[in-house]
C-alpha cells in the first residue's frame, strides 16, 4: 500500500512565478491536510480538504493560495506570484473517513523561490 | 503570538542510553496529543498518541506520559539507537479539533555511537 505521494519533491520558482504543488493521499483515504514548515519549525496547518469540499482553510494565507481535491486526481496547493517568504516545506497528510487525528504525511516538496 | 525558533532544541545521547523528550502544549481544551520523528528530507512520521484521559502510553521502545497539570507531554525512548537520531514533534489537536494539529518546535535528538 503506497503510502501519501507527493510531487514535485524540489520546485524552484522565480519570484511572481506560479508554484503548483501536488499530493496523492493513501489509498482509501479521502481526507487531505496540506501545512507548511519553516526551517527548523514545526508545521503549521494550512488547509483541510475532502473529495471537492473545503472545509478548513484558516491557516491559507488570504491571497494568492488557493488549494484543491477534486474528485478524481490529486489535491493541489496551487501559490501564485511567489515571494522569498513562500520558500518552505510544505507537506500533505491524509487520513480515513471520517477525519480522524491521526495524519500520515508524505515526504513533502520543498519549494526554493530566487 | 509565535516565537520564531533559530536554534532548536538538542539533545544528545549515547546509544543504548534512555531519551527523554520534552513538550509543553498551550490548549488547555486539546485532548490528543501525537509525538511524530521527522528524519531530515522527510515527511514526519507517527511514532505514538495518547488521549487525555491517559496518563502514560507505552509503544515499542517508546512511552509517552502526559500531565494535564501542568500542560507537559514528555516522550521517553528506551536504548536509544543511531537510527532513533531525528527532530521529534510534539502536535496536539488544536483546542480539541478533530482534525486540526498544532506542532510544537521540535527537539533534535543525536545518538552517538
Known amino acids: 500500500n503506497a503510502g501519501v505521494m507527493q510531487n514535485p519533491r524540489h520546485l524552484v520558482r522565480r519570484r511572481g512565478q506560479e508554484a503548483r504543488l501536488r499530493c496523492s493521499p493513501m489509498k482509501g483515504h479521502s481526507h487531505v491536510y496540506w501545512y507548511r514548515q519553516l526551517p527548523e519549525e514545526g508545521l503549521k496547518f494550512m488547509v483541510y480538504?475532502?473529495?471537492?469540499?473545503?472545509?478548513?482553510e484558516s491557516g491559507m494565507p488570504k491571497e494568492r493560495f488557493s488549494a484543491e481535491f477534486p474528485k478524481e486526481g490529486p489535491s493541489i496547493l496551487r501559490i501564485q506570484q511567489v515571494v522569498r517568504g513562500d520558500s518552505a516545506a510544505y507537506f500533505c497528510?491524509?487520513?480515513?473517513?471520517?477525519?480522524?487525528?491521526?495524519?500520515?504525511f508524505g515526504p513533502g516538496t520543498r519549494l526554493t523561490v530566487l | 503570538g509565535e516565537s520564531v525558533g533559530l536554534h532548536l532544541p538538542t539533545l544528545s545521547v549515547q546509544e543504548g542510553d534512555n531519551s527523554i523528550i520534552n513538550c509543553a502544549y498551550s490548549n488547555s481544551a486539546s485532548d490528543y496529543f501525537i509525538w511524530y520523528k521527522q528524519e531530515s528530507g522527510k515527511g514526519p512520521q507517527f511514532i505514538i498518541d495518547?488521549?487525555?484521559?491517559?496518563d502514560k502510553r507505552q509503544g515499542q521502545r517508546v512511552t509517552v506520559l502526559l500531565n494535564k497539570t501542568v500542560k507537559h507531554l514528555s516522550l521517553q525512548i528506551a536504548a536509544t539507537q543511531p537510527g532513533d537520531s531525528a527532530v521529534y514533534f510534539c502536535a496536539e489537536n488544536s483546542g480539541g479539533s478533530n482534525y486540526k494539529l498544532t506542532f510544537g518546535k521540535g527537539t533534535l535528538l543525536t545518538v552517538n555511537p
Open positions: 480538504l475532502q473529495k471537492e469540499n473545503i472545509i478548513d
Open positions: 495518547i488521549r487525555s484521559n491517559m
Open positions: 497528510a491524509s487520513s480515513p473517513p471520517p477525519g480522524r487525528y491521526e495524519q500520515f
